[in-house]
């Protein structure tokens, strides 16, 4: 599987912004899903998570309420939509893929995109 984050970019806070990662590769529909993110200083940290079917999700407790995590496996894509933007939500974007089950560590993610900047000005 091949990942390609895209939709970053300066927002004020307040605002939103959609992230996109495309997919390529046979065995998208069965791979459980995720956003994570990079901090200036910071570790990688999990955002989201979504199940191979979409009938799973689950948020880190940052950005619970305010973003939403989807899948489209017939355009091969998942989509990150953030709201209510904060300053401290400005990161390098990643999204990843593993089988079976969501899990908040990194480690367990065999495939990553290249990330997508998104900058939160308060």
């Known amino acids: 599987v091949q990942l390609q984050a895209s939709g970053g970019g300066l927002v004020q806070a307040g605002g939103s912004l959609r992230l996109s990662c495309a997919a390529s590769g046979r065995t998208f529909g069965s791979k459980v899903m995720a956003w994570f993110r990079e901090a200036p200083g910071k570790e990688r940290e999990f955002v989201a998570g979504?199940?191979?079917?979409?009938?799973?999700?689950y948020y880190a407790d940052s950005v619970k309420g305010r973003f939403t995590i989807s899948r489209d496996n017939v355009k091969i894509s998942i989509y990150l939509e953030t709201n209510s933007l904060k300053p401290e939500d400005t990161a390098v974007y990643y999204c990843?893929?593993?089988?079976?089950?969501?899990?908040?560590?990194?480690?367990?993610?065999?495939?990553w995109g290249q990330g997508t900047l998104v900058t939160v000005s308060s």
């Open positions: 990843a893929a593993r089988p079976r089950i969501i899990t908040t560590s990194g480690r367990f993610y065999d495939y």
């Open positions: 979504i199940s191979w079917n979409g009938g799973s999700t």
